[in-house]
Structure formats: C-alpha cells, structure tokens
C-alpha cells in the first residue's frame, strides 16, 4: 500500500451552469449593434410578455414573465426582439454538446441550463472552481455567450449557488459550509418554494431557512401535505439525495401559446391543439427523442388554469398521435364555449430515439414515413412549408394564424 | 321465496354469477345478483351488461319467486356459513340466510331496476371439447391487450381457418395464434379477452357449446351460459405479419429457456431488453444495466440456419410469457434478423405460435 497516495475527490462535485439573459445574449450575437443597450425578448402584441431581459434592461425594472407593456413603461428605451425559438434551440444544442463533452452525467432543466455531476473529473481538476472555470471558458470560446456557474455538493445548492454567481461569475457553497450558507436565507430563495408555500409558511412565522429547519417534520407535513412538507424539511437541513439524471423523467418538450384574443368553441381549439402537436412533434425529432406522456394545458379567460395528461401505450413523435391523445385530454377537460387565453401541449416520459426501442406489428406505420417527409421539405424550405391540411392559410374555421 | 339447498350447491351458484359482476358498474343494481326461483330451479343472473353469466341450481322449493340481492355480500355469506343444508327466505324486502345456527339478513334490491338481458341465443352453437377450448384461450390471452384506449386489441379474434376454429389475440407487440382442428364455427368474431378469462370459473364442463351470434358470443353447458358482447371494428390483418419460412431456428428446453429468462428478468426491465445470440452452441442470453450490472447465461440448444449467428433482443415479459403459453417440452423458436418478428412454436406441433416482435437497440 502507497502511503499518501489517496485518491483526489472533488469536494463539490455538482455544476449547475445558467445562461445569463440567454435569449438576449444569442440576439446579441446575431446584431452585435444590440450590445450595451436594454433589450427584451418577447413578443410586441397586446398580450406579449418578456421571455428574457437584459441586465440593463433589468436595471430599469424589467423581469422575465413581465407584459411586455409594462415593461416599456418601466423603460421607455427598451428594444423589443421578437422570439427566434428556432435559433435559441439550435444554440442550446451546441451548448450541451458542449457540457457533455465535460460528462457525460448532464441533466437539462430547460433550453439554458443543466447539471452536470463532474465526480468522474476528479484526475483533470483540482477543484470544482478549476472545472467550473474551464467550463465558462469554453461556452465563452465557442459560442461567445456568458455563463453563470454554481457548485456544490448537492443538486439544489448548486442550483441556488448559481444564482448568487450572476452575473457571468461562480460561486460555491464549499463543502463544509452548507449549514452556515442555507441558514442565511429566507424560504423565498428555496428552489420550489412558491407563493402557497410561502404565504402557508409565513403564517407559521416562518421566514428563513434556519427557522424552517427548526420546525419539526411531522409538523410541516400536516401543514404543507406530505410530500412537501417532507421535501422541505429535507432541503432545510441540507439533506439532498438527488442524483443527475442524464435522462431525467421530468423532462419535456411542449409547445405552447398565449391569445391576443380569447379563441372560443371546440372546432377553434381543436385547430390550434393541432397546430401544437405539429410543433411539439417536429421539435422532439429534431431532439432525436419522443415520448410517452401528452399533457394539456388550457387558461381560460378568467386565468383559471387546468392541466389534464395521459399516458400513451408507446413513445411517439408523429403529430398524430399526439393530437389524438390532445383531443381526448380536451373532451375530458369540458371546455365548452369557455373563452380560452392560452393553450399548452408538452410531451414527457422522453426516451432518445435511439435507445431500445419495442418494435410493434404496425412499426413503420405510413405515419411515421410521413413525418419523416415533412422533416425533409422543413430542413429544405423552412417550418411553414409544409403543414397539416387544416392548418392551411386562408381557411376558415378560424385556424389561421390571427 | 322460500328453499332449501345445500350450502356448496348454492356457493357454487352465486360464485360463478358473481364473476360476471364488475366492481365499477355503470348501473348501481348490476352490483346484484337477479334470482328466480320455479320448477324445483334457482336461477342465478350475474352481469355487467358486457359479460352475462346464468347459471342454475337443483333447490327443494317451499315457495316460488323472484329478487335481487347485493352479489358480492350474498356470495360471501353463502360460503362462510356452516356447512349442511341452509335455507333461504324472503322477509319484509331482505332476504334471510340461516342454517345451523348463524343468520344473515340481507337487504334485497328493487327489482324493476334491473335491466333487460336479452336471453342467450345458442343457434347454430357447436360443442367443443372443453378443455380444449379452455387451454386454447390460456394460450392466446396472455397476448390480448388491457389497454382500454385500444378496446380492439383487449378482444380475442375467433374465427374459421383451414385448419378450424382460429382463436388470434395481439397487443401489437406479440400475437397468439391458436388452431382447434375439426372445429367448424357458425360465424366469426372480437370476443373481450377479459370476458373469455372467466369461463373456466363459470360455465366451463367437458363439452361445451360455443355460438357467435351477431352481437355477442355464447358458451353454454350444463352449468349455464356466458354470453360476452363482441367487439365492433376491424382486428388487424395479422396474416401478412406471418412469413412463409424463417430460414434459422433453434431448438431448446422449455423450462431450461424459462429458467434462464427469468434469471436474466432480475436485470431487465420493461425498457431494458434481453439480448439472445443464436447460433451454433444455442442461445447466449445478456442483458446489462448502467446503473445495477448484469447476467449472462447460455442455453445449449439446436441451432440450424443460413445465417452463422443471430442478435436479436426481447422485452423480457413477454418472452417468457410466450415461452409459457406454449405447450410441449422442447420450443422452436425462429427467427429472420434482428429486426423481424420472431416466432415461437412447441418442436412438432403447429397448432399454436406466438409471434414476438423483437426490441430494436
């Protein structure tokens, strides 16, 4: 036995990488006349919320999820990019490119961000602020975007860490100091916690983490219902089990949109679930991935939200099959003549395309051949050459784009 | 009302209506079991309007008439009583059970609720050999689907063929197929796979008289009938899914095969497949998991094909679920490549195959 020669651990081995402004930055990229002026992305309707800020814009008061006219009112100056999803997901795959070239242990939480679990990493780093350091580096070398870093021993530290690193900085919550760095909080900085939790908890007298870790876990769980008050008690007390799930069951690939005006009646609706799944199918196979789980998503006008979902028999990625299960979510939900203001479809349960896959007697069905021809004429001509027949501009029924 | 019987006859009875009660039934009364008591009979009607089963019982009848009683209470109070003849009698709307000793009053159920059942059509009804008939659908069920967004695949496909009566099941990822010889059925037709489950828990005898009607499909003997509504649509055309020949099959113990899958079923998951190697020495079974490990077995066998060796992987399940419906010591199993249905038979019998749709990875 080699004295002295014990093996290098990474004491943090959890990297949680954001994106700052994403969106903004990638406009940036594309009309470099942008740099160093407030800007927005999102769309200019009535209805039009901001999707991503920039930090001067942000210095004036404008936040993501913000109407956009109230955030020009906050910044008179502010320049208005229309959402370009096409490029942003096509930057965000060279961006994981990127992240898995690190480890293969990357699990994306959306377009911009992800895990990544660097324990194997241990004979390249001689910490975690070398890794993280490395991986700015090289988003800032290939893609020439800024990027935020948190590291930590666990999944949900390093996710809060990397908000305290904006903008474009690391921060670690060092192995040892997690006690001392979640007390300092208050409950509003706990990943998950929302504005229920919140309100329930200060009710409580609970503002900050270290009284939330006081409190006794069987009484949160009367308090919150059971799963999250145990899940809270957890994270208070820096217990986090969670692993990176390179293929995490809560992913999804969805698809949704907000009215400038309310769209009424099953016919209407029928028309954009339609034009929805389209999307929502064409996007998992430009990921190479198709899933089990259909969810729909309807706000009415009166922003009463319902959320209905269904598990399919086999994975999927033809628009098809995902309108079908679409349908059938609608008829369950009992809609009516309610006026709708949004309308969401997200496919979850995803597997990669090419994983293992049960083939079945009707594999290769003419459904399947035909998406493949509608990628074709798409990669060719662009996403609105080729549509579902109803979907065809200038017919009536009120599926045309308004 | 009022009878006697004894406590076994009646268990038996009231047990097999029961089968054909749901727990979720659209119609409050169909959780009743409909009684009629003449001519030294009672008469026991159990059904959930899709699955009808009739049965009847040799009673000594005091006092005719008729009534409905909750079916899951009656059936269990029939059997914990003491064995020995016990009575039944009407009394102020219940229904009073007693016999040496205990006594369970039981409230009756209003009688004009209950639906009408049109009576079991068994015209043109052919007998056939019940065991027969029996292991047959064994066979082919395990392949019917329970999936109710797909209610074509939960059905049994029967039919005539060359051979006789052609039973067929599929959930489009294996498909049963089994021949009866000699069997020439009146029509064809989509019977419930979760309806033919229960004939040998009801009317099933040593012959037994099968009838597809238009709209239903009768089994009766001398224990009653069962008549299960069919389903309406087209079965897919499963004929085109079977080759003409499978250049390279292998020939291997049944529960050397069983043993060796299910070993391998500790590792596999229903997204986790078993990957076989056929070839010279037999079938090499694998399967890996990142996350757990792994198992790696050989099953000597037969092989003979144009093809060396041959990869091809399976859901694990239903492997073995294929392997167990077939009857015979030794199985064939054949194969085209990787990507093409597989096919399993008993080694010289053509009478049952179960087609696997192999896992692509």
């Known amino acids: 036995m080699l004295a002295g020669m014990a093996e290098p651990r990474i004491a943090e081995p959890i990297l949680h990488v954001d994106m700052d402004a994403f969106f903004v930055e990638v406009e940036r990229l594309d009309d470099p006349g942008l740099c160093g002026r407030p800007v927005a992305v999102g769309g200019k309707g009535r209805r039009g919320v901001v999707a991503s800020a920039s930090y001067e814009a942000r210095a004036s008061g404008v936040h993501s999820a913000m109407p956009m006219v109230s955030a020009l009112r906050r910044c008179p100056d502010l320049v208005v990019a229309p959402p370009r999803h096409g490029r942003y997901g096509e930057v965000a795959g060279q961006l994981f490119s990127i992240f898995r070239s690190f480890t293969p242990l990357v699990e994306g939480l959306s377009l911009d961000e992800a895990f990544l679990d660097i324990r194997g990493l241990r004979w390249h780093y001689r910490d975690s602020r070398a890794a993280a350091e490395d991986v700015r580096a090289r988003i800032r070398a290939d893609l020439g975007l800024p990027a935020s870093v948190g590291a930590a021993a666990t999944l949900y530290l390093a996710k809060m860490a990397s908000g305290r690193a904006k903008p474009d900085g690391i921060y670690i919550v060092e192995a040892g100091s997690e006690m001392s760095f979640l007390h300092g909080?208050?409950?509003?900085?706990?990943?998950?916690?929302?504005?229920?939790?919140?309100?329930?908890?200060?009710?409580?007298?609970?503002?900050?983490?270290?009284?939330?870790?006081?409190?006794?876990?069987?009484?949160?769980?009367?308090?919150?219902?059971?799963?999250?008050?145990?899940?809270?008690?957890?994270?208070?007390?820096?217990?986090?089990?969670?692993?990176?799930?390179?293929?995490?069951?809560?992913?999804?690939?969805?698809?949704?949109?907000?009215?400038?005006?309310?769209?009424?009646?099953?016919?209407?609706?029928?028309?954009?679930?339609?034009?929805?799944?389209?999307?929502?199918?064409?996007?998992?196979?430009?990921?190479?991935?198709?899933?089990?789980?259909?969810?729909?998503?309807?706000?009415?006008?009166?922003?009463?939200?319902?959320?209905?979902?269904?598990?399919?028999?086999?994975?999927?990625?033809?628009?098809?099959?995902?309108?079908?299960?679409?349908?059938?979510?609608?008829?369950?939900?009992?809609?009516?003549?309610?006026?709708?203001?949004?309308?969401?479809?997200?496919?979850?349960?995803?597997?990669?395309?090419?994983?293992?896959?049960?083939?079945?007697?009707?594999?290769?069905?003419?459904?399947?051949?035909?998406?493949?021809?509608?990628?074709?004429?798409?990669?060719?001509?662009?996403?609105?050459?080729?549509?579902?027949?109803?979907?065809r501009p200038g017919r009536s029924g009120g599926a045309s784009r308004r | 009302m009022q009878i006697r019987a004894d406590r076994d006859d009646l268990a038996e009875a009231f047990s097999r209506a029961n089968r054909a009660v749901g727990t979720k039934a659209a119609l409050p009364i169909l959780q009743g079991l409909l009684c009629r008591v003449s001519d030294g009979m009672l008469r026991v009607t159990g059904s959930d309007t899709e699955v009808t089963v009739r049965t009847s019982v040799e009673v000594q009848v005091m006092e005719e008439g008729s009534f409905i009683v909750p079916s899951r209470f009656m059936t269990d109070a029939v059997r914990r009583m003491p064995e020995g003849t016990v009575t039944l009698r009407s009394v102020d709307g219940e229904i009073e059970l007693e016999g040496n000793g205990p006594r369970f009053t039981i409230r009756q159920l209003a009688i004009d609720d209950y639906p009408d059942l049109a009576e079991p059509d068994p015209a043109g009804a052919v007998k056939v050999d019940g065991e027969l008939l029996l292991e047959a659908i064994a066979q082919v069920t395990v392949a019917a689907s329970s999936d109710s967004a797909r209610p074509i695949l939960t059905g049994v496909l029967m039919e005539n063929s060359d051979s006789g009566l052609r039973l067929v099941a599929t959930d489009s990822y294996r498909l049963a197929v089994r021949d009866l010889a000699d069997v020439k059925m009146n029509g064809s037709g989509l019977v419930p796979a979760r309806g033919l489950r229960e004939l040998g828990r009801t009317v099933a005898s040593t012959v037994i008289n099968v009838a597809i009607q238009e709209r239903e499909a009768v089994f009766s003997s001398d224990r009653g009938s069962l008549s299960i509504r069919l389903i309406e649509g087209n079965f897919p055309n499963y004929r085109q899914l079977l080759p003409d020949r499978y250049p390279n099959e292998v020939v291997l113990g049944k529960e050397i095969l069983l043993d060796a899958v299910g070993r391998a079923s500790l590792v596999a998951e229903d997204h986790i497949p078993i990957r076989l190697n056929m070839g010279e020495a037999g079938v090499k079974i694998t399967v890996q998991r990142r996350d757990l490990g792994g198992a790696v077995e050989l099953v000597s066998g037969v092989y003979r094909g144009e093809l060396d060796e041959v990869d091809i992987a399976f859901n694990a399940r239903y492997l073995s679920e294929g392997v167990m419906a077939t009857d015979g010591e030794q199985i064939r199993m054949e194969v085209v490549d990787s990507f093409k249905p597989s096919v399993i038979r008993a080694s010289g019998r053509d009478d049952f195959l179960y087609l696997l749709m192999p896992v692509r990875v």
Not at chain 1, 229 to 241: I, T, Y
């Open chain 1, 185 to 391: 909080l208050g409950v509003r900085e706990l990943w998950g916690v929302g504005k229920a939790t919140r309100r329930r908890l200060s009710e409580m007298g609970v503002e900050t983490v270290s009284e939330l870790a006081r409190i006794p876990a069987p009484l949160l769980e009367r308090r919150l219902g059971k799963a999250v008050g145990a899940h809270l008690h957890r994270l208070a007390n820096g217990v986090d089990e969670r692993a990176v799930s390179p293929y995490g069951a809560a992913k999804s690939i969805s698809a949704e949109h907000t009215y400038g005006e309310d769209i009424t009646g099953m016919e209407w609706l029928r028309a954009e679930l339609l034009r929805h799944a389209d999307r929502v199918a064409w996007r998992l196979r430009r990921a190479g991935m198709s899933g089990r789980t259909v969810s729909l998503k309807i706000r009415f006008s009166d922003f009463k939200t319902v959320t209905r979902s269904e598990t399919l028999a086999d994975a999927t990625d033809v628009t098809r099959d995902i309108y079908r299960a679409c349908c059938r979510l609608l008829d369950r939900a009992g809609v009516g003549e309610r006026p709708v203001r949004l309308l969401g479809v997200a496919v979850s349960g995803l597997e990669p395309e090419d994983g293992p896959r049960q083939m079945t007697i009707d594999s290769g069905s003419r459904w399947e051949d035909a998406a493949d021809a509608v990628d074709e004429v798409r990669a060719r001509f662009g996403r609105g050459a080729v549509a579902p027949a109803r979907l």
